[in-house]
């Protein structure tokens, strides 16, 4: 039997901003003579407490199709995150073919606005944050 907990999260809160500003949060410094120094527009706000439940061991009950995601276990071939050309060269490669191999009629996989961040957690090195979008046919 899985254990939960409680616990509540911050969702996006809504502005009447949103409907001629996509909402937006900057990872770089801004130049001095920029108008606009925000850096950010989000503002989030706390909901009821919700469950959360460890999946452990019933990883192979969840499905793309039925449940908009699914747990895949992959170990890479980078050993060193901070290359570059090894995130591109193989990394993105290995997150494509993953794509590929998990999701039917996938015509181009695009891999955008990814970084790598810094975690404090000392027996957590490296964790890889990045959007993919695929185009299905």
């Known amino acids: 039997m899985s254990s939960s907990i409680s ?5 996006l809160a809504w502005q009447k901003l949103y409907l001629i500003e996509k909402p937006f949060k900057l990872f770089i410094d801004l130049p001095a003579h920029v108008s606009d120094p ?7 706000q706390p909901k009821a407490a919700e469950d959360v439940v460890d999946v452990r061991g019933y990883e192979a009950s969840f499905s793309l199709d039925i449940h908009g995601f699914k747990y895949i276990k992959h170990t890479t071939s980078v050993v060193n995150f901070h290359v570059i050309a090894d995130m591109k060269e193989k990394y993105f490669k290995e997150v ?3 794509i590929r191999d998990n999701v039917e009629d996938v015509e181009r996989v695009e891999i955008f606005d990814w970084r ?3 975690v404090r957690a000392p027996s957590v090195e490296y964790t890889i944050t990045s ?3 695929a185009k299905i046919s």
């Open 7 to 11: 616990t509540t999260f911050q969702y």
């Open 38 to 44: 925000r850096r950010t527009n989000l503002e989030f």
């Open 96 to 98: 494509e073919e993953i």
């Open 116 to 118: 790598i961040r810094r």
């Open 131 to 133: 959007r993919v979008k």
